[in-house]
């Protein structure tokens, strides 16, 4: 049976919106790159097990990071695979630095670029230096916002930056960075020099934002819920409150709550079975 929103979309929109022409080109290429070895067993076979790992989240490992950021799909399952593969070293109690923590990523992803890393480890860290230590649960909610809110941010932070200077923030472009790394970020001296920004102009400007913005960003109406608590706060406040925010994890659905982070009941089934 076809799902409501299946059933209200016309197939151009459905298509679209889940991306199904960026697996349709990445399939044909791992094809042709791969001939030879898919010739042995199929074509058929070949797409079968292509999209079941599409659907299963497993196609974005060992991928180079244009891939794993193409779609809000690939975003989730790189954050679900992160977590994963890693928790151990939040069950052991361990803690990494920033660049420990981006040479796990880069197993994941070689090419990950450092700068989101490092944009990560800011939202915990906030005036430490980046060489201090953080725990995997802090780090791994603040990257999953950084991560897959990554366009989103650059536009916030834009928005940010013009309430500070007090210009107009109703005339910033949104980036089309498919990567959003360039645009440079307010430095903390300033949030706190100034304590920041008014929240309800904030929470205006950012409402128009997610009304036009073509990447994914946090639902508006939990966005609302994080600015109606205060009454002014500075752009790591506002990233540090999305991090810890329980709805907004729940809306990105690729983690499980903060209380269950160390519980993977089907991953430890299998490697019960497979140590035993």
Known sequence: MLSPERLALPDYEYLAQRHVLTYMEDAVCQLLENKEDISQYGI??????????????THILFREFSF???????????????????????KNGDLLTMREYHCLLQLLCPDFPLE???????????????????????????FQIQFYYSEFLESVA????????????????????????HRPRPTLGEASMLEGVEAS??????????????????????????????????????????S????????????????DLMHDPALDEEL????H
């Open 116 to 142: 989101l890393t490092q944009k990560a480890a800011r939202i915990v860290l906030m005036d430490d230096a980046m060489d201090c230590l953080m725990s995997f649960s802090d780090f791994l909610f603040a």
């Open 201 to 242: 102009l904030f929470c205006q400007c950012l409402e128009n934002l997610c009304d036009r913005h073509k990447y994914s960003c946090p639902p508006p109406a939990l966005v609302k819920e994080v600015l109606s608590n205060v009454q002014r706060l500075t752009f790591y406040g506002f990233l540090v409150a999305l």
């Open 158 to 181: 834009a928005i940010y930056q013009d309430l500070l200077s007090g210009k107009n923030p109703n005339t910033v472009i949104v980036p089309t960075s498919s990567s959003g790394q």
């Open 244 to 259: 810890k925010h329980h709805g907004i994890n729940q809306a990105l659905g690729a983690l499980p709550d903060k209380g």
């Open 272 to 275: 019960e079975r497979l140590t």
């Open 68 to 90: 794993i950021q193409a779609t809000p799909h690939n975003r989730a399952s790189f954050l679900r695979a992160f977590w994963r593969c890693f928790r151990t070293v939040g």
């Open 44 to 57: 058929a076979r070949f797409f079968t097990e292509y999209f079941n790992s599409v659907c299963q989240g």
